[in-house]
């Protein structure tokens, strides 16, 4: 009996049944199903009946009927598993009629085809126990069988899909594992394929694969440039092999890259636009949607001359096969994925005896298109103030949604897929001379309807749709992947800018704090509980001084420094929500307040650097002009009687500062008058005077205090 690899045998299965087109996988939408609101899940659709005609299954034969008229099929699907450097690692075949672990009843016609060790035989060599391929036409319960073939003796090409396509037209394949049940870790539900995305390269891209009905798979080689002819100008050649095989089922590989991101990073605390979406990718040079009928091969032919390469097409060899194939994008919302026939069955209008090319066939093509519908997804923003969830739908051009990081890092969690486009169908008519393509009609609707393509949670048992999957595969070479529950983007964001400023004006008196305060410089929002530093730089002889003190809820930070004068540096060092930031002051006094008198009244007045008298016996010696009619013996010292005169206290008033410091703020006056023993003056300004000897001061006359002019208080 001639073994036949997995690949050859179920082209031979279908190249010779009699082929006719196989339905959408669903029939057209109920009027009355109301459209799923964007605040609750997704609803549920009913995904619809299998293909009537065209339908091929595999199982076990349980029953052989009376009258050898009939049989029934015991359907425990079909498992292939090959080599382990074939690049179909694993796979089951879907039921596309009946279900998995169930009885099929099988009607056989006169003109059913019976086909055992790759001969065909009469319905009598049958037996009960046999594992068989049926493909034929559903009617109610039962599958009317066309072509009933026997898989008993199967085996695997060793060399998976390449054997496959260059395998001769006979020989024996190499022996490997019966036919039967895959091994407990070989779960792939259909056949994936091999997409353009690697998942360490492109984490953002979920490749959602799935088949319906089937068997169906579809892969291509990548031959590298072969030559075939080579004229004087360059040489026509091919690159690339591709097969599509089909059993009365479709198989789809849409991925989705999910988006959300800006040109440059969020920043903390700062609103921003992020666009959010979900873009679906070419699966070039993998098929986004494949299937049909029949066996395909393509062979894409290329030419190269000095000029550079140039894609000349891609030839499809077939014979008696319905076959549909796509690279494109899946389609949103207003577009349309219009799916290649790249073969239709042909019949021969004007035969010609013992000629193998018709003078002129009609093909009969059936067309499909997926009309785009909207991707939904339930979002949730994690990291955002606020952090929200709702379900949004996704057309091409996405969404904006206004962000405000709460944190390093805003998450965009996307889960609860769900894409419904409507798959259409449509018949064709192709005329053909010699083989070679003259005309095809427009094509003539034939109706459709919707298509759960995506959902999650994603279909289970009790759906004739199935998902794609291969764990065999290493991490770092996933060539069929799962249909994904949920998909997470981190979005990085970067620390907001803040404001460091000095909010004391440079005048304090001793005890009065230096202040500064931190905010957000994006919108002056205060930042609490960060440490904030100040280096006050001496001038004069006062000493340099450090201080560190955090921020309150207001972002104000207070700092006390010793009376003296300063250049002030305040430095906020950042966090990691946070940019550093810094403020500067110059000039800045710390000052004591006292009732000191100098005089003013001399022609010129005072002046910065001015050296001055403002304590002590001999004060009046300073006084070389103006409105002084005091009394001699006043010394210096003073109490405010007003907002703006002073009066000489009694020397035995006791209100003299026992103590002086560096810096200290003194009364300008420019007219005195006495009245009694007592002196009464103005007040026209307030002065910094940097004291020449404060620890020689003594609150006594014969101790002469003295001190240079810095400036005038405002």
């Not at 090409?157 to 091994?183: I, K, M, N």
């Not at 609860?416 to 064709?428: I, K, Y």
């Not at 002086?660 to 307030?686: C, P, Q, Y």
Request: proline content about 9%; overall charge negative.
């Amino acid at each position: 009996m001639t073994r036949l690899p997995v690949l050859r045998l179920l082209a031979a299965a279908v190249l010779f049944s009699a082929c006719a087109d196989a339905t959408v996988p669903t029939g057209p939408a109920p009027d009355t199903a109301p459209e799923p609101a964007l605040d609750a899940p997704p609803v549920g659709r009913d995904v619809g009946a299998p293909p009537e005609e065209g339908v091929g299954t595999f199982g076990r034969i349980d029953e052989i009927k009376p009258q050898e008229q009939g049989l029934v099929l015991y359907q425990t699907g079909f498992e292939a598993v090959a080599q382990g450097n074939a690049v179909l690692r694993g796979a089951r075949h879907e039921l596309s009629v009946g279900a998995r672990h169930a009885r099929l009843q099988v009607q056989i016609r006169d003109s059913t085809e019976i086909w055992v060790g790759g001969e065909r035989v009469e319905v009598s060599a049958l037996e009960v126990g046999m594992d068989v391929l049926v493909v034929g036409r559903v009617t109610g319960a039962a599958i009317h069988a066309d072509r009933i073939s026997d898989l008993s003796d199967t085996r695997p090409p060793e060399e998976g899909v390449e054997a496959a396509l260059a395998a001769p037209a006979s020989g024996d394949a190499p022996v490997a594992a019966p036919a039967g049940p895959a091994p407990a870790d070989v779960t792939s539900m259909c056949m994936g394929q091999r997409l353009p995305f690697d998942p360490v390269d492109d984490p953002d891209v979920a490749q959602f694969q799935g088949c319906w009905g089937g068997p169906s798979a579809s892969d291509y080689l990548n031959t590298g440039f072969i030559p075939v002819f080579c004229p004087l100008i360059g040489c026509v050649g091919f690159d690339r092999l591709t097969y599509t095989m089909a059993l009365g089922g479709w198989g789809f590989a849409f991925p989705m890259r999910f988006e959300a991101g800006m040109p440059s990073n969020l920043v903390y605390h700062v609103p921003a636009q992020v666009p959010i979406g979900v873009h679906p990718e070419a699966a070039d040079p993998a098929a986004s949607f494949w299937g049909g009928l029949g066996v395909d091969f393509g062979i894409r032919f290329k030419f190269c001359g000095i000029f550079g390469c140039y894609n000349l097409g891609t030839m499809y060899l077939s014979a008696f096969s319905t076959i549909h194939r796509s690279e494109q994008a899946a389609p949103l919302t207003g577009q349309v994925l219009g799916i290649q026939t790249t073969s239709c069955p042909s019949i021969a209008l004007i035969p010609v005896e013992n000629f193998p090319l018709n003078p002129l066939s009609l093909g009969l093509c059936q067309t499909l298109e997926l009309r785009g519908a909207p991707f939904r997804a339930r979002v949730r923003v994690t990291g955002a103030e606020p952090s929200w969830t709702r379900y949004e739908e996704y057309g091409p051009a996405g969404a904006a949604r206004t962000i405000r990081p709460g944190a390093m890092s805003v998450g965009v969690h996307f889960d609860e897929f769900w894409w419904q486009p409507e798959l259409h169908q449509g018949l064709a008519f192709r005329f053909k001379s010699f083989n070679i393509r003259l005309y095809q009609t427009p094509s003539i609707p034939l109706g459709g309807g919707r298509w759960d393509a995506v959902t999650t949670p994603y279909p289970g048992s009790g759906s004739v749709f199935t998902v794609a999957t291969d764990p065999l595969s290493p991490v770092n070479d996933l060539r069929y992947l799962h249909h994904p529950t949920a998909m997470t983007l981190q979005l990085e964001v970067d620390p907001a800018p803040t404001a460091l400023v000095l909010t004391s004006d440079r005048f304090r008196p001793e005890g009065t704090p230096v202040t500064v305060r931190l905010s957000e410089a994006f919108d002056d929002a205060p930042v609490a509980g960060h440490a904030v530093t100040l280096h006050a730089t001496g001038a004069g002889g006062t000493h340099d001084t450090t201080l560190t003190a955090a921020t309150d809820g207001a972002g104000v930070a207070a700092f006390l420094l010793p009376p003296g004068e300063y250049r002030l540096e305040a430095r906020y060092a950042g966090a990691e929500t946070y940019l550093p930031s810094t403020d500067t002051q110059e000039g800045v006094y710390v000052f004591t307040p006292t009732t000191f008198v100098v005089w003013g009244g001399n022609p010129g007045g005072l002046a910065p650097g001015d050296a001055l008298q403002f304590w002590g016996s001999g004060w009046v010696r300073q006084v070389e002009g103006g409105a002084w009619a005091g009394n001699a013996s006043f010394q210096g010292f003073a109490l405010l009687s007003g907002p703006d005169t002073w009066v000489s206290p009694p020397a035995s008033s006791g209100a003299m500062p026992g103590r002086m410091t560096d810096v200290i703020s003194v009364l300008v006056t420019t007219r005195v008058e006495r009245r009694g023993s007592r002196s009464h003056g103005n007040v026209v300004a307030h002065a910094i005077l940097r004291v020449a000897d404060p620890e020689g001061y003594r609150p006594a006359a014969g101790h002469a205090a003295r001190g240079i002019l810095r400036t005038f208080l405002p």
